[in-house]
């Protein structure tokens, strides 16, 4: 079975776009490969930030990766900062990484231009990522389409590794796919932009039907219907592409007739995203309550301890190849 391996910030509870962009996806992927998924929390201190806030966040991430349905007796869940070959296997890559790759990166650029000093660990972030798939000699990896830059830096690192330690007829990493998630980008709720806590503009995933509704009444829709009475383009709406995410498809059809023949109002037409919307929501609060009560259960100490042992293997090897480490042999 061909291995997939993806990582999440432990951002706290999750919000519906990255419920819907990437966990969801996860979860159907789950039975399909042998499935590494991680709470990337390194990833998470290259900006300032409160210790006791992360960890309340990333307990919060775990509650609601296993609330969505992430099951471990199928799937690797693992906090990252637990496998210490993670930050291992990073050092060796830097080793490897032209630094030229790293200074291209959209991110680090985007990024480092709000900041005032830039600290090394943000260059450095996607050699970590590298290492985080490598680590487990990933074939695949779900990512949407803004992360295929940081993918192909890994496969640039897994070349430059096996070109130097490795031969053409038996590389010792493989460079991993894309496999690219299916729903497209989930804009947040004010149509401005990508879903993202830092804009303000979320539905968390654990939040009451009635905090739904708050946020989703006042939603940007299509701006050309000021009046009941004036027609609409669902495709421009991001409530009908939230349809698509929550509702069968005979109501993802009512919705694009009801909209461009003005049949009905906006918020007719979220009363019922939103009836849709809990149908799904229900259980998995439900579940994160129950996982609430079992702090055990969200430590993913099981998780770990799998992840580990695959990536102390890695280690071995590399360490043993590059003359780090007594040959075996
Ligand atoms: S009717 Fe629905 S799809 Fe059409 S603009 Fe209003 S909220 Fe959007």
Known sequence: MSRIFSGIQPSGELHIGNYLGAVKNWVALQGQFESIFCIVDYHAITVAYEPAALRQRRREMA?????????????????????????????????????????????FKDKSGRQESVMAGLLNYPVLQ????????????????????????????????NARYATDDAPYFPEPKALLTPTRRIMGLDGQGKMSKSMGNTIGLLESSDEVWAKLRPAMTDPARVRKTDPGTPEVCNIYHLHKAFSPPETVDE???????????CVECK??????????LVPIRAR??????????????????????TAQETIAEVKERMGLAEAAR
């Open 63 to 107: 509650v609601s990766l296993l609330a969505s349905g992430i099951d471990p007796s199928r799937a690797t869940l693992f906090v990252q900062s637990t496998v210490p070959e993670h930050t291992e296997l990073q050092w060796i890559f830097n080793t490897v990484t032209p630094l030229g790759e790293l200074e291209r990166q959209t991110q």
């Open 130 to 161: 590298a290492a985080d798939i490598l680590l487990y000699r990933a074939d695949s990896v779900p990512v949407g389409e803004d992360q295929l830059q940081h993918l192909e830096l890994s496969r640039v690192v897994a070349r430059g590794w």
């Open 255 to 265: 919705v694009a007739r009801n909209c461009s023949t003005a049949a009905w109002g």
């Open 271 to 280: 009363r019922v995203l939103h009836a849709n919307m809990e149908t799904e």
């Open 288 to 309: 994160a309550a129950e996982l609430r009560e079992r702090p055990a259960d969200v430590a993913l100490a099981t998780g770990a301890r799998r992840a580990r042992a």
